[in-house]
Structures are given as structure tokens and as C-alpha cells.
């Protein structure tokens, strides 16, 4: 039998998802690329840093045994030659790529001491060495939380919770939620003891306390920073079309709008250059479409637009409540959340479904379900954008 080599590059939730949903075919050779031999829940890294979860999953759980994981990190994708180059110094030829690289959680180069002296959370590794750092200092030790987004606000919950010291220091808070939603949030961090201080801008990290740029210090042994995701630079330096922030530009149906070989999933995909909101529960249905659209490539049919419904967000407050923002499919916030330790209850299960929907895929490829967006996410249908709109964030909708 003819087979046709399909490689995905970053084997996180989309890299997982899309995999497994490929397994469908008996003529593909699937092969997963990964800098680490287990899975990360990124979703839990707050957690692992709070030593109640390790945050890492066994792939023989959750990853058909139709893929074989290569442990390497992807350099360059040598588009014109369609090979995939190694930091190992290997090179893997393709038929089809995924680019499934995820998200990065940097800290500025642009806010003075920040590089030195700020921790960020957002990656095992980095979670590690923060885990590791917050061992060292006593309990009640100050601890600044820079960023009020979803990560910011459940990292210093979580460790609020243990007893820990924590500000967390914002523009506002939860900016993607609505008023109620937020007022639950701010309501349970001040149970928690979290300080929160909004309309602020760091300008400056020393390693024992952050300035703000109104000139307050405030005393801080370890400063985490949650603001901002980036991505890996790796479509880039691959030549390839990018929005601003390094995402691979691709149309609605995943494929990117330079070679038809290559489709993108999760964090790293920007359709029509207006991405989706960078999220795991986003992720999977990403990635579901993108092996949809190369499985409708390989039947010889057209691949369909992607339409992917939002339900909410979900934020966990520490290990006993929690806040779900219910939202309109679009993932615009509904004035409607549940809060408290049914929240709680309902986050903790999201994350558990998160690896049993993997699981299931693994098992009965085709089976991952996720709502379609219906007529009011109608998205703006792109083929190639012109040129003048390329490594932009923004183009006109009709929606
Ligand atoms: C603390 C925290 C809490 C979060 N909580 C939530 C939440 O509650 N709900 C939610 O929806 N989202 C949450 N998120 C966001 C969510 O984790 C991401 O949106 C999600 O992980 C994206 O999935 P992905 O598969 O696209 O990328 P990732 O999960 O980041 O996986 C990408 C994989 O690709 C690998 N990779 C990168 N570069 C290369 C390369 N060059 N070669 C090979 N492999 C490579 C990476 O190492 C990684 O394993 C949270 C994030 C953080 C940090």
C-alpha cells in the first residue's frame, strides 16, 4: 500500500487532536513532533507551580498508537523541498504538514529589568523553575502577579489559597469578560486575600520589588508575568506568511495561504488573519477541522469553511470556586456566569473532559464533536489575502 506521510509539528492539545483524528486513514503515516516526551497541560500550569498537579499527561493515554512521536523541535520547514529539519541535526520529509506549535508566554524585552528579573509561567519549563523559586522564599514572602487575563487571575488564586503573599497588577481586570463575571472574580480574590490593582503599567522589575508608571513600588520577591502570548517564531523563519505576532496565516479552512501541504491548528493558526481567541477549548476544534480539511484533500473532495462555536470561559479561583462566563458563540461575554463551587466543580471536569475528548479520539478517530458557530460567527471567507494585507492582524469583514 501507497502511504502518505503526514508530520505535525507541536504535540500539544491541537497537535493531539488533529493526530488522532487522522488516525481515521490506514494509508497515512503520522508522525507527531515534540521537544518533550510527555504531554503538558498548559490549562494546569498554575497548578504544578502550586504543587497540586503535575501537569503532565503520558501519551500512551491519549495519543493513537497509529502516530509515532519523534522528541526533537522543529528548526525550519523547508516549504519548497517539503522537509522538516531537526535542532537534532535529523530532517523528516513530508506529504502533509500541521503546524500545531501553540502559544508562548515571553516576557518584554521593552519594560526595563523585566527580561532579569520577572518569572514567566506560561510553559512546563518555566513552570518548573517558578515551582522551584517559590520553594525558596518563605510563605509569606510578596509575590506580584503582572496581567489580570484568565492566566494572571487563576495563578494568583491558586496561590492565594496556599497562604501565599500575592498582588496581582493590571490594566483591567478580565477584560474578556462581562461585569458580572468580573465582579465574581474580584469578589473571590478578595476572599483569597489577593491585593489587585487595576489601571496600572509596570515600567520597571527589580529583583525585590516592581514600579509602576505613576512611580508606586510595590515590595515583590518574585514577580510573575501572565501579560501577553506570543508564539514560535518558527513559520517565520521558515519564510512562511505570518500575521503580526508570528501566527501562520492561513484561509478558513486551515491551509496556509502559501503552500497547500501545510495546515495549521490551535494558538499558532490565523484564519484569515482574524485569529481566534488563543484557548485550548478553541484549540481542539482547530485542530479537528484541520485534519477534516486534509482528510477531504486526500478523498479528492473540497474542505469545508471552519464555523467553531464558543461556549465560555472558564476560570478556576483556586481549588474551591471558580467563575464560568458564559458566552454568545462568537465569544463575545454574555451577561450570565455561574460562580462559586459548582464553577469550581464544572472547570475541574472541563479539564479532566479535555483529555478524555483526546482519549476518545484515540480510540474512535472521528468521533470529536465540537457545535458549529451557526449564522452569526459567520466568518470572513478568504482564500489569499492581497499582498498589501499580509503580516497584518486585520482585515475588513462581511460579517
Ligand atoms: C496557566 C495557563 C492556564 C490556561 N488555562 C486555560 C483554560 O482554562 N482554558 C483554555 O481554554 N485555555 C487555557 N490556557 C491556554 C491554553 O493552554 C492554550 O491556548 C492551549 O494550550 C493551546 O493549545 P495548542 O495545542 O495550540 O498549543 P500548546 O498546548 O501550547 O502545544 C504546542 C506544543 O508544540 C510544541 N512546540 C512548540 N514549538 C515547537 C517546535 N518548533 N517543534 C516541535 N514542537 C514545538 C510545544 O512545546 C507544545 O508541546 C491556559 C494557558 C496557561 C499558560
Redesign the pocket.
Known sequence: MTTTRVVL???????VLAANRLSQRSDLDIIL????PMF?E?????QLVAGNDDAVEDYADILTDRAELVV????RIDVAGHRLRLASGASLGYDHLVY????T?PVPATVPGAAEHAWP???WES?QRLAERLAQIPLQAPIVVVGGG??GI??ASEWAELGRNVTLVTGVLGPSLANDGRRSVTKRLRKLGVSVVENATVSQVAGNRITLRDGTELPSAVTVWTAGFGV?T?ATDSGLSTDALGRLLTDETLTSIDDPSIIA????ASPSAQPLR??????MPL?SHAADTLLARLDGKEPTYLNPASVG????LGRHAGTIQMSHLNDEALPLHIGGRLAATI?ES??KGTLSFLAKEARKPGSYFWPRGGKRQKRYQLHRPPARLRGTQNVATDD
Do not use: F, W
Not at 42 to 46: C, E, F, P, T, V
Open positions: 509539528v507541536g504535540g500539544g492539545y491541537a497537535g513532533v515534540n521537544p518533550r503538558v498548559r490549562i494546569r500550569l498554575h526533537d523541535s522543529a528548526q500545531a506549535v501553540g502559544s508566554a509561567l506560561g510553559e513552570a484568565l492566566t487563576e495563578a514560535p518558527l491548528a490551535g494558538d499558532a488563543m484557548s485550548c477549548q478553541l484549540a485542530a470561559q472558564c476560570i478556576s472547570k472541563v479539564c
